[in-house]
């Protein structure tokens, strides 16, 4: 408060920036002090001046020689606390000012969100932002963020009603109420809620920006295992998982969006329960990473306008009727090429910040327009060898570095799940290893990953997922007994759709040497089961790759698909797309993938005409020794 300027009949006349106290109810003497400029109510008019209540525990009087207007009961009046006599009577002088900053004085201890916990069955006082605001059939429940911590703040005004209409996301209140506990959770129950501004407001957002600032730095860890080209992906890696801390602590809820298979999970499994940790930490609300955090998996290997659609209603409907921010969308394993472009256009409506972290061969010019950040060892020219999961597993360590132990066996798994060749792979089977995993039990897991995730459609299957990854899992005997189970009947599955396909495989040499296997995975293997075509047209590429011990491509096709394997030749997929998408007019060409793998769609009425094409350009492809199957993860 800026000093009196001055006196008239014995009260201050305030400055510019005057701060006038605002009491609430319950508030006593223990709350005021002389000198300090108060608004209070009228309640009593007498010959000799007026009683004053302040609240309705502290009342006193304006002796007729202190006032300056004349007032009826209910009138509003600024007045300073002149005097408290040694009988608890109190005086005041009436203080004529036009513009003020009003600031609430209420009940309790002013405290911080990490105290709450002290402070059970207590009334306090807690500044901060509102980051969500969710009506129940009840209260209306208001998330506020200080620069501790979020804690629920539930404030009644009847049944199912809005209470405080006033208040919106982001308005820096001062919140008043008794602390409980409800199951298991914090919460304050509301008495007063006041949106502040002015000074008080800035130092509330200040504290709370420079505490977040500190809170977002990632963890400073080392990298699982010592590999040149993984380090050029670090400062990115570190970058991002700035943002997440970041998201998260800013009360915006994350969508992970990532590819239904091995490496997708082995990126996004321990990325959610690296967040989840994190969220379970700053928040107080037992139930606040259920509500910000969701894991989706994705069929297609880029964001599919079906999918987008989805997402938009989602949070869309959680703005209106939960008052949550709209999210973050994560995407993981894909998302790098320009088939994910109309997707995130739509999202540009809506301002929905958008993160891939990727390694199929991207398109940045088309996508990075259209979000705000990009990891891909692609851009800093590696390639698909550095696998999404690999990438994940060192993003979530930075998130939560207590997950370290958990996560060691992954790499391994997402390597062998997506093919891996890299110089680490070695390193990563060893530290697999250490865990009690032989290439035998990775390559289980892996499976039992696809198996599990390809009967669970679109559902992120959580607790199953969680137990076949061993990640968050409380029972190594059950993860080993339900591996077993799954790569077993899927093992029997694959076997089966072999039975019926393999005859069916016809074969040709091409000019380079290497070997072809096609199939019509539409008409000669079982559909609508395990393994999907995609799955099926590997199998038959790893059979033939064992058989020849030579170069082999494998494609399998339907009406209007194409799914390719290759085992030492160097395929550039995504180039293959761009150049059949130019030189076939009407063929409906899109697709991508990596050097070795892909898949490609087209008009059904094209077929023909796109599979000639692109076999004439396998045939001129490069014999590369470097990407025939290794011995790391040999039998």
Known sequence: MSPPTGTENGASVPGEGTVVHELADGCTLDDVEEGELYVGA???????????????ELSGLVHASNLEGDYDVGDEVVVELAEVRENGDVSFNEVPVDD??????????????????????????????????????????????????????????????????????????????????????????????????????????VAIDDALDELAEPADIDPLVEWPAFEKLWDDLREVARRLRRTVLEGRPIRMRHHADGDGLCASVPLHVALERFVESHYEDDDAARHMLKRLPSK?????????????????????????????????????????????????????????????????????????????????????????GMMCVELARMIDPSLTDELRHVPAVAGVSDRSEGEAMDD????????????????????????????????????????????????????????????????????????????????????NGAHLYRIDVENHAHRFTYPAPGKTTGKIHDTKVEETGDPVITIGYGPDFAVLRSDGVRLDIPEYVAELTDELDGGGVSGGGHLVVGSIKFVKGQRERVIDALVDKMADAEIDEDLQSAGVLGD
């Open 100 to 205: 003020y900053e009003r600031r609430q004085v209420g009940r309790g201890d002013r405290v911080n969100v990490a105290e709450l916990d002290d402070a059970t069955g207590d009334t306090v006082v807690l500044a901060g932002e509102i980051l969500q605001i969710n009506q129940t059939g009840g209260p209306t429940v208001f998330q506020l963020r200080d620069d501790t911590g979020v804690a629920p703040c539930a404030a009644f005004e009847e049944a199912g009603v809005r209470a405080h209409p006033g208040v919106d996301l982001g308005d820096i209140v001062q919140v008043t109420g008794r602390v409980e506990t409800r199951e298991g959770s914090v919460q304050i129950e509301v008495d007063e809620l006041q949106v502040l501004d002015g000074d008080e407001a800035v130092e509330v957002r």
């Open 300 to 388: 297609a290997p880029f964001y599919e306008m079906e999918d987008v659609t989805r997402d938009l209603n989602f949070a869309l409907e959680n703005r209106e009727r939960h008052g949550q921010k709209l999210p973050l969308l994560l995407m993981l394993d894909n998302g790098s090429t320009e088939e994910d472009t109309p997707a995130y256009r739509n999202l540009r409506h809506y301002d929905i910040p958008v993160v891939v972290v990727d390694h199929h061969h991207p398109d940045p010019e088309a996508v990075e327009p259209l979000i705000d950040a990009h990891v891909n060892p692609y851009l800093h020219d590696e390639d698909y060898r550095i696998t999404t």
């Open 428 to 511: 990563y089977v060893e530290l697999a290893r250490e865990e009690g995993y032989d290439e035998t039990d990775l390559r289980d897991v892996g499976e039992a990953l696809d198996y599990a995730t390809f009967w669970l459609k679109y559902n992120d299957g959580r607790e199953l997922i969680d137990d076949v990854l061993n990640v968050d899992c409380d029972d190594r005997q059950r993860h080993e007994e339900v591996v077993d189970f799954l790569a077993s009947k899927a093992e029997r599955d694959v076997d089966e759709q072999l039975d019926a396909a393999m005859s069916h495989v016809e074969h040709e040499e091409l000019g």
């Open 42 to 56: 009228v309640n009593g008019v007498v010959e000799y001046g007026v009683f004053v209540d302040l609240s309705d």
